[in-house]
């Protein structure tokens, strides 16, 4: 069974303090690796997608990483406009559709 | 405006009532879906369609309905809602080449 574990559960850092989200992931095969900003009250936003190890991709202040156990998102120097939820999420290889979510990391930016 | 929208965004029924979530997209994407999100579980797949009139199952279909007679509209239905149901629902659509899905607003559902 496909398993997302992310870590930790809620982050608060200062305005311009760097740091990393985890998503751990057990797949059989892996198609792909999502990472998703979630507002309060709002639908999740598409972040990155991650398809092999060794793969990077950057946004702004966001930059998704992937191996071949785990993705990082790392934040450098993040403004209160940062706070959200990120969820991970993984698609494993002849799994058709199927997304597996994490349970996501609270994050808040203070000033 | 273009892009995926659901409604109500929320509701209140009561137990033994049948409910009807709607969601529409205008990118014309093959594939739709339908998650519920709760404290402690993340989001997790009800239903999903691959195409008009054809639909499957995903993690936690029991007690929901769907149909799909129009590649832009993916209505749930509770048939007879219960108090586990209670929950916010996503629809989700992805086109037919990359696989990332594009997530509606969300509906909130109270089952009283």
């Known amino acids: 069974e496909d398993q997302v574990t992310q870590s930790p559960e809620a982050l608060r850092l200062q305005e311009g303090e760097s740091s990393s989200l985890n998503c751990s992931y057990t797949v059989s095969g892996l198609r792909g690796l999502f990472w998703y900003r979630q507002d309060p009250g709002k639908g999740p936003e598409f972040l990155f997608t991650?398809?092999?190890a060794g793969e990077e991709k950057e946004k702004e202040r966001l930059k998704a990483t992937l191996t071949k156990k785990e993705s990082f998102l790392h934040i450098t120097a993040p403004k209160p406009e940062d706070s959200a939820t990120y969820l991970c999420?993984?698609?494993?290889?002849?799994?058709?559709?199927?997304?597996?979510f994490g349970t996501g990391t609270q994050l808040k930016v203070e000033l | 405006d273009a892009g995926i929208t659901q409604s109500p965004r929320y509701k209140i029924t009561e137990t033994g009532r049948q409910v009807t979530l709607m969601c529409h997209q205008t990118?014309?994407?093959?594939?739709m879906f339908w998650y519920r999100q709760d404290l402690g579980h993340g989001l997790r797949l009800i239903y999903y369609?691959?195409?008009?009139?054809?639909?499957d199952k995903g993690e936690v279909p029991d007690g929901y309905v769907v149909s799909r007679s129009k590649t832009e509209n993916f209505p749930l239905t509770l048939e007879s809602a219960t108090r586990s149901q209670t929950s916010v629902y996503f629809c989700?659509?992805?086109?037919?080449?990359?696989?990332?899905?594009?997530f509606g607003p969300g509906t909130r559902l109270t089952v009283l």
């Open positions: 989700a659509s992805r086109g037919g080449g990359p696989d990332t899905q594009y």
């Open positions: 369609s691959a195409a008009a009139d054809i639909t």
């Open positions: 999420a993984v698609q494993p290889t002849g799994g058709g559709n199927k997304l597996t």
């Open positions: 991650l398809y092999s």
């Open positions: 990118w014309s994407h093959s594939y």
